[in-house]
């Protein structure tokens, strides 16, 4: 029903009186991916694959609608559907355009939330030499998306071209199954391009809350008996006060998130490499450091490329702060639990090759190495990316 009611609607606009007079344009992408694990000893987080092939989990089609309502105000809507939700239709982008000047646009309403260099088109698999955008940077969370304002200027530095994006929102919705909201969202990036170079900058501050107040309250009362919390007070045994659980959990956290990297486009020579790191302060949160690079060689009509990922966190364990031994035990336990299976480093060749106008096919074998169990997996991917 939820399909059909978008379609019926796409093509009401689009034949309508309205749409006319709105000169709309439209445009779309897509990909039809399949992969599988091979020499599958584990099973990696974040690459959506196990020893069975899928074609479903990362297809995706999509069908953007853009309306010049006059000189100064536009909308568009980008309408989604991936393999990953059923292929349910989804408004991945939808937002209203002010054109303030020819080199600066306000934007209200849905859109992505720029983190790092490809952020905007992170989901238009041509766009991009590798089978997938490494997973280390792009992990493809449903908070890569706000609800907010945006603020765009593009102008140029001596000779070359330099744009900064600006964004304020929210987000409110799941990660990995959990409750998440980010309130208070202000980003700021900037990019700067010369002829065969170009540099990206960028920083998040948010205040973040996870819902895990009731199971973090559970897994320390199973784990430790005779143990009780009271008002997020936790009491030993002989009722002394050991912990506050406020320094676990994170509700209303300062969530900060920094990003850089560069491209170098020489010739047929081809380098990116990007960096992030982020945490959620005065919470179970430990520092994650994220990067990859990739070297690649362009020849007529095939893109090859080498990718080094790595995927790991800065173990500080600040929250196990408690005079009770058996507390910081806990405390560290969990965090390990949440951060340690999820580390890894990974190595993968990536191939392109354009086919016809509009239309790659795409080719990837990679190596997942998982730090915590010391073993590793074997990742094929394969399918085609279209722009239309």
Do not use: C
């Not at 990909?31 to 989990?57: A, C, H, T, W």
């Not at 238009?124 to 449903?142: A, D, F, M, T, V």
């Amino acid at each position: 029903m939820k399909k059909s009611l978008l379609a019926t609607l796409v093509a009401s606009i689009a034949l309508s009186p309205i749409a006319s007079a709105a000169d709309i344009n439209f445009s779309g992408y897509g990909s039809i991916r399949g992969g599988l694990l091979v020499d599958d000893d584990i099973v990696p987080q974040f690459f959506g694959y196990d020893d069975q092939i899928d074609f479903k989990n990362e297809s995706l089609f999509a069908l953007q609608a853009k309306a010049n309502l006059n000189e100064a105000w536009s909308a568009t809507i980008v309408l989604q559907a991936q393999g990953e939700n059923d292929f349910d239709v989804e408004a991945r982008w939808a937002y209203l355009n002010y054109q303030l000047s020819p080199e600066t646009t306000i934007s209200f309403g849905r859109f992505a939330l720029p983190y790092f260099r490809n952020s905007d088109t992170q989901d238009i698999g041509y766009s991009h030499n590798y089978s997938r955008l490494p997973k280390s940077i792009y992990l493809g969370e449903e908070y890569d998306i706000i609800e907010g304002v945006r603020f765009v200027h593009d102008t140029f530095l001596g000779d070359g071209d330099l744009s900064f994006k600006g964004s304020y929102g929210s987000f409110s919705g799941q990660v990995s199954g959990v409750g998440f909201e980010l309130d208070s969202i202000l980003q700021a990036s900037v990019e700067y391009s010369y002829e065969w170079f170009s540099a990206f900058a960028g920083i998040l501050l948010a205040d973040a809350t996870f819902d895990t107040k009731d199971s973090l309250d559970a897994a320390l009362l199973a784990t430790l008996p005779g143990y009780t919390i009271e008002n997020n007070t936790v009491l030993n045994p002989a009722s002394t006060t050991v912990y506050n659980m406020e320094d676990l959990y994170a509700d209303d956290d300062e969530g900060l998130y920094w990003s850089t990297g560069f491209t170098i486009d020489y010739e047929n020579w081809l380098f990116n490499a990007e960096y992030a790191a982020y945490e959620i302060e005065d919470s179970f949160s430990e520092e994650t450091q994220a990067m990859y690079f990739s070297l690649g060689y362009r020849f007529e009509r095939m893109v090859i490329s080498l990718v080094h990922q790595d995927f790991d966190f800065d173990y500080e364990y600040e929250q196990a702060n408690s005079a009770d031994p058996f507390i910081n035990a806990f405390v560290i336990g969990v965090t390990d639990s949440f951060f340690k299976p999820d580390a890894y480093d990974a190595q993968g060749i990536h191939i392109r090759y354009d086919a016809d106008q509009g239309v790659a096919y795409k080719f990837e074998l990679t190596q997942i190495n998982n730090e915590l169990a010391d073993k590793s997996a074997t990742l094929l991917t394969f399918g085609v990316d279209f722009v239309y």
